[in-house]
């Protein structure tokens, strides 16, 4: 099980959302920079970054902030928000992202994610993001009518080379991840599968380790870390990412 610790940009500032909600926005004083830095000082070897700005069509906000996040880090790099078109997806290739996940347009056009698998290759993640099952977009302002499980199905056939999947509900509560939700994703895709949103201490993490489908394969977690509910460089230990390089 890897741990993958997150950084949320909004105006240039390291924030958590509660719920996906803009409106319930902790923000925490520390330039996202610098997060990034004791991160992998703590021995995180992947950062989930995400644009909230661009998650809402702010594109450029933040990217200059990106590429300092790229330039201090070695590790490898999964970013979301914004991510809508082929100039997109060159200019953050060219700042050095490794993973891209695609949330928006995958839920709406995901033959465009599946014309970008084929031409950029094995770097695309699916973003899921659910309430009730039922998955959103655009930030999470908008419901669109479409099934989680049916997405999941989707994202094999567009070539994703996994899902990072996010019960809107349980993000920034710690209250412990969607086990069974992140279950129903793997079963249903029978891709790799990332959850995201809820982890609120170590043994949150042991449940999913120990309830987890054989795709479940690592965990986000951010405000955990913010709030001193977990220290990271002991859930490192505690689960050490896996040797060799990872396809997901």
């Not at 105006?11 to 509660?18: A, M, S």
């Not at 999941?152 to 019960?167: F, K, L, M, S």
């Not at 995201?196 to 479940?216: F, T, W």
């Amino acid at each position: 099980m890897m741990v993958i610790p997150a950084i949320d940009i909004l105006g240039g500032r390291c924030v958590r959302l509660t719920q996906g909600d803009y409106d319930q926005v902790d923000v925490y004083e520390k330039d996202p920079v610098a997060v990034a830095r004791d991160f992998v000082q703590a021995g995180a070897t992947r950062l989930h970054i995400v644009d909230l700005d661009a998650a809402r069509g702010d594109m450029q906000s933040n990217r200059k902030k990106i590429r300092k996040i790229r330039k201090a880090v070695p590790c490898t790099l999964e970013l979301g928000g914004g991510i809508r078109t082929d100039d997109d997806i060159e200019e953050l290739m060219d700042l050095g992202i490794d993973r891209f996940v695609i949330g928006t347009t995958f839920a709406r056009r995901p033959e465009i994610v599946e014309g970008w698998s084929a031409h950029y290759g094995n770097v695309f993640l699916a973003g899921i993001d659910a309430r009730d099952h039922m998955v959103y977009v655009e930030g999470w302002e908008r419901q669109t009518g479409i099934e989680d499980v049916t997405l999941a199905r989707r994202a094999r056939e567009v070539g994703a080379c996994g899902i990072i999947y996010t019960n809107i509900a349980n993000d920034g509560m710690l209250s412990g991840p969607d086990i069974e939700g992140a279950n129903r994703i793997a079963e249903a895709s029978q891709l790799p599968v990332i959850v995201s949103g809820g982890v609120g201490s170590i043994a949150d993490v042991e449940q999913l380790v120990s309830r987890r489908h054989k795709n479940v394969v690592a965990v986000i977690t951010g405000k955990a870390i913010y709030e001193d509910a977990v220290i990271l460089s002991e859930l490192l230990r505690a689960f050490p990412a896996p040797d060799g390089e990872l396809l997901w």
